[in-house]
């Protein structure tokens, strides 16, 4: 993936929480972590780091798009008093900021970072203005949810083993 997105401008690579716990380590670990390994995934999370990002945003027919792990809302946004187009900068200053709030242990809060969210809080409070695509939370296929505030956006969910049901374009 890292050959792919140095070599291709179309590859972008979004952080996930299984990701992030290796960036930082000692500071949270979540399910999954793997000490054996963890100081080599450290170091090429570490030599890659200029490709990664918590948000892809891009523009289509008119629609605006914002990729990211889990999905952003307006509460994270608000509490940390930024916009989302100032996300990637502030995630290279302040990587503790997107760690798992506590509260629901599975992330399940409007208040989780774009790592955490589940699809019911993301889409309660989800940022308008924006169709999201999201991954994080396994669906057997793409699943597309409707944005109760956000009539013209809505949110996809595009994680699971089918590959020939996702294209969503």
């Known amino acids: 993936l890292f050959t792919c997105a140095s070599n291709d401008e179309r590859v972008h690579l979004c952080i996930g929480n299984h990701d992030y716990h290796y960036m930082l380590m000692g500071y949270q670990r979540y399910s999954g972590f793997n000490s054996r390994f963890a100081w080599t995934y450290r170091s090429i999370f570490k030599e890659y780091d200029a490709l990664l990002n918590i948000a892809y945003f891009f523009e289509k027919d008119g629609k605006m798009y914002l990729c990211s792990h889990a999905g ?13 187009y100032q996300m990637n900068l502030y995630w290279d200053e302040h990587r ?3 760690g798992h709030k506590r509260g ?10 774009p790592l955490w969210i589940r699809p019911n809080s993301l889409i309660a409070d989800a940022l308008p203005g924006f169709t999201q695509i999201v991954g994080h939370t396994w669906h057997d296929i793409p699943t ?4 109760p505030h956000d009539k ?18």
């Open 152 to 169: 013209d956006n809505c949110i996809w969910v595009i994680c699971g083993e089918d590959e020939e049901n996702y294209a969503i374009f």
């Open 72 to 84: 952003v809302t307006n509460t994270f946004l608000k509490n940390l008093d930024i916009d989302i």
């Open 96 to 98: 503790e900021e997107f």
């Open 104 to 113: 629901n242990p599975f992330g399940d809060n409007v208040y989780q970072s």
């Open 144 to 147: 597309r949810y409707e944005i």
